[in-house]
């Protein structure tokens, strides 16, 4: 009888700890209730360190490799992407604002980094008045890295339907848009627009128009027109990585080139004679999103913002192409177990230098061309 009053008491002691540690984590927990994110949240715009404060709405959303955090806070509104191929994705991001590709900004924060803990513990602690976010968000953010990147308020094409579209093809945004097609081809990337040159059927969330200081629901309303919009943003792009057997590889890429230098010449003649369509796939894939039909003429500045790319391209040169993917290199004390570098050393170098070649020998055949762009 004694002996099970011990174990009675024992177990009301147990309890009694339990809940005062129970008390004591829901001390530590966010007394403020998460908001749904707002889609025309005003972006964060330090990058220098992040520091995110007041932190009042979480999306956590199951897109990429490992997932993206769209977080909105005090001080503006940010994405965290947790990606396997991070310092590949820094590499396509400071290639393209090399080349004058509209993107967003971009940091990598690495594990041993005070940024990186902070962030996590405000992230954690935000969510903390959400159990299943909480739960969640403490597995996913079990990360080496974290791939800050800059939230873009703005509309995906599908938006542009009606109305719309006759306002957002103004001259300066096709042009950018056959830029983006440019970079694009130059890095082998067939999941936003679809050519000739790839199986894609294009992606049409990896490009945005930023629309400036409207609301929400004005942004959702197909009937709208009346926006501040900006420009086209390139988001998530992707590119060919080395293999370790490269046989089989080098065959497509090869491939692939034939295809890249064929398509390029048809686009010059395409401009010469203005009789043929060699992007009758992307006026299709556009008709598809918006059931708006290019004009030829839109369609001459599309194909022209393609060639000034790939001219670019060739001006910026392979020397400072590889410049940029050795000064993203770590040191081997914050790569964590050698994930980081291993991506970024399987960039392919030569593949880029052989569609250089290939831009060259185009520039140099349809010179009269070139000189006009």
């Not at 040159?197 to 049409?204: E, M």
């Not at 003649?269 to 796939?281: A, G, R, V």
């Amino acid at each position: 009888m004694k002996q099970n009053k011990q174990v009675k008491n024992i177990h009301i002691r147990s309890k009694e700890l339990a809940d005062q540690q129970r008390e004591l984590q829901n001390e530590k927990k966010s007394l403020i209730q998460l908001q749904e994110f707002d889609y025309s949240a005003k972006p964060y715009v330090d990058f220098e360190y992040i520091k995110l404060k007041q932190i009042k709405s979480i999306k956590l959303s199951d897109s990429g490799s490992r997932g993206v955090l769209f977080i909105d806070s005090e001080n503006g509104a940010i994405v965290l992407k947790l990606s396997g191929q991070v310092s590949v994705e820094l590499y396509l991001n400071k290639l393209a604002q090399a080349l004058d590709i509209k993107t967003t900004q971009m940091k990598c924060l690495k594990w041993l980094d005070l940024e990186m803990q902070e962030l996590r513990n405000d992230i954690l602690f935000a969510a903390s008045s959400d159990e299943v976010l909480s739960h969640r968000l403490k597995q996913k953010l079990k990360a080496a890295y974290f791939e800050m990147v800059e939230y873009v308020p703005g509309l995906q094409l599908y938006y542009f339907q009606g109305e719309r579209a006759k306002i957002i093809f103004n001259q300066e945004r096709l042009f950018s848009l056959g830029k983006i097609i440019g970079f694009d081809i130059f890095i082998h990337n067939g999941d936003r627009f679809p050519l000739p040159i790839w199986r894609s059927v294009g992606n049409a969330y990896n490009v945005i128009l930023k629309v400036i200081d409207e609301k929400q629901e004005d942004m959702f309303n197909f009937n709208n027109t009346n926006l501040n919009f900006e420009c086209f943003y390139s988001i998530d792009p992707q590119t060919i990585l080395k293999q370790h057997d490269s046989s089989i590889q080098d065959k497509i890429l090869n491939a692939y080139i034939e295809k890249v230098q064929k398509f390029l010449q048809d686009l010059c003649d395409d401009i010469k004679t203005n009789e043929l369509n060699c992007l009758e796939t992307f006026e299709d894939f556009i008709f598809e999103q918006i059931q708006y039909k290019l004009s030829k003429e839109e369609l001459l500045i599309v194909k022209k913002g393609i060639l000034y790319q790939i001219q670019k391209i060739v001006q910026f040169g392979i020397e400072n192409i590889i410049k940029i993917q050795q000064e993203l290199l770590l040191p081997d004390f914050q790569d964590w177990m050698d994930s980081y570098n291993s991506c970024l050393n399987q960039i392919h170098i030569e593949f880029h230098q052989k569609l250089i070649t290939v831009f060259t020998d185009i520039i140099n055949t349809n010179s009269e061309i070139f000189q006009t762009l």
